[in-house]
């Protein structure tokens, strides 16, 4: 069976991730057919300087809400640069980088493993709140 991870990456716009990516996770995670739940995912963002923790924020939400965990560095998953030159100079970023990539790759391998042996949790979609009578 195939492993799935979703990596969402981004540069910062204005203090948040490209809009076009926003538009196509909207769409993806509203419309996907495919069950998402104990998949593991990761936001990743890109900035000069500055926006870098609520474009990380924005990122990790879609995968929040679809049951999905979220693979942790040692530091917020993002590196500083205005070039991709400049990427390459952000030793602690790419250390973060590289520490993703490790935990993202055991969390996969651990989920599989407690997959095979308890299976996965149950999810409930039976309740949906919703006051249409403004009670």
């Not at 924005?58 to 560095?73: D, E, H, Q, R, W």
């Not at 500083?80 to 973060?96: N, R, S, Y």
């Not at 055991?106 to 006051?131: C, N, Q, R, W």
Request: proline share 4%.
């Amino acid at each position: 069976m195939a492993k799935v991870i979703l990596i969402n990456g981004s540069p910062v716009y204005y203090s948040s991730p490209n809009g076009t990516l926003i538009s196509f996770l909207d769409r993806l995670f509203y419309s996907a057919q495919y069950d998402m739940h104990m998949k593991v995912g990761a936001g990743v963002v890109s900035a000069r300087r500055g926006g870098t923790t609520a474009s990380f924020d924005v990122l990790n939400k879609y995968f929040s809400i679809s049951g999905m965990p979220i693979a942790t560095s040692t530091y917020w998953n993002n590196v500083h640069g205005f070039t991709a030159d400049d990427v390459k100079k952000d030793a602690e970023g790419l250390q973060v980088m590289r520490n993703l990539a490790r935990n993202m790759a055991f969390m996969i391998k651990a989920i599989a493993d407690a997959k095979e042996k308890y299976g996965l949790p149950k999810v409930e979609h039976d309740s949906f709140t919703s006051f249409p009578d403004g009670k």
